[in-house]
């Protein structure tokens, strides 16, 4: 069974400054990782996935993430915070590169404070 | 390109009342998913389809949740009779396969009083 933890279910930052999101995986098979964005009453984005080509992936809108095997982790970075930045972030797993079979986190809310 | 399409936008019924959402994908798209995003919860996959088939239905408690997805395109997503702990956003999303990139409707939010 696959699943996934988001360390802090809310976090804060001033804009322009680092933005680090927390995930952690558990999986018995080489897993695909993604993460998504849900802006308030929106559906999901994705950001960026990660699926065995490169351990370091970039999205969109700044976002980059890296995959480290040996502490099971997929965290999620932006060197600069803008206040568009607000928003529901979920990291996912699953046993295929595509949509299939994600299994979600919680979800971090972000806040930018100007 | 329109993007998935899903209606209504808010539902409120009654405890045991009967409700159904409707989703339209992106056009082309083989693979159609329902997901059940609890309050302060991530996404739960309820069923997922490749054109009129289920792929996936093992999170979908069958005693009151049904979908059906005729033709391969639009689906439909029925409760009956619903329970207070169905109160949730109930997002539809499509892929062009298995394989590729879910998008994702803004979801019907539903409330059980």
């Known amino acids: 069974a696959q699943s996934v933890t988001q360390l802090g279910s809310h976090v804060s930052v001033s804009e322009g400054a680092l933005v680090l999101l927390r995930c952690n995986y558990s999986?018995?098979?080489?897993?695909?990782l993604f993460w998504y964005v849900q802006y308030p009453n929106q559906g999901l984005q994705l950001l960026l996935k990660?699926?065995?080509?490169?351990?370091l992936v970039k999205g969109i809108n700044g976002f980059e993430a890296e995959f480290k095997k040996s502490e099971t982790s997929f965290h999620l970075t932006k060197p600069s915070a803008h206040m568009s930045d607000a928003a529901e972030y979920f990291c996912?797993?699953?046993?295929?590169?595509?949509?299939?079979?994600?299994?979600f986190g919680q979800g971090t809310r972000l806040t930018i404070n100007p | 390109e329109a993007g998935v399409a899903q209606s209504p936008r808010y539902k409120i019924i009654e405890k045991r009342q009967s409700v159904a959402f409707w989703c339209n994908p992106i056009?082309?798209?083989?693979?159609l998913y329902w997901y059940q995003q609890i309050l302060g919860q991530g996404p739960k996959l309820l069923i997922q389809?490749?054109?009129?088939?289920?792929?996936?239905d093992s999170q979908l408690p069958k005693d009151r949740f049904s979908a059906e997805r005729l033709k391969g395109v639009d689906s439909t997503l029925k409760i009956q009779p619903a329970k207070l702990e169905d109160s949730a956003v109930y997002l539809c999303?499509?892929?062009?396969?298995?394989?590729?990139?879910?998008?994702f409707g803004q979801g019907t939010r539903l409330t059980v009083v």
């Open positions: 999303a499509s892929s062009l396969d298995l394989n590729t990139e879910a998008f």
């Open positions: 999986s018995s098979v080489p897993p695909y």
């Open positions: 990660y699926t065995s080509a490169a351990t």
């Open positions: 996912a797993v699953s046993v295929a590169q595509g949509a299939q079979k994600l299994v």
């Open positions: 056009s082309g798209h083989a693979t």
């Open positions: 389809f490749q054109n009129n088939g289920v792929v996936d």
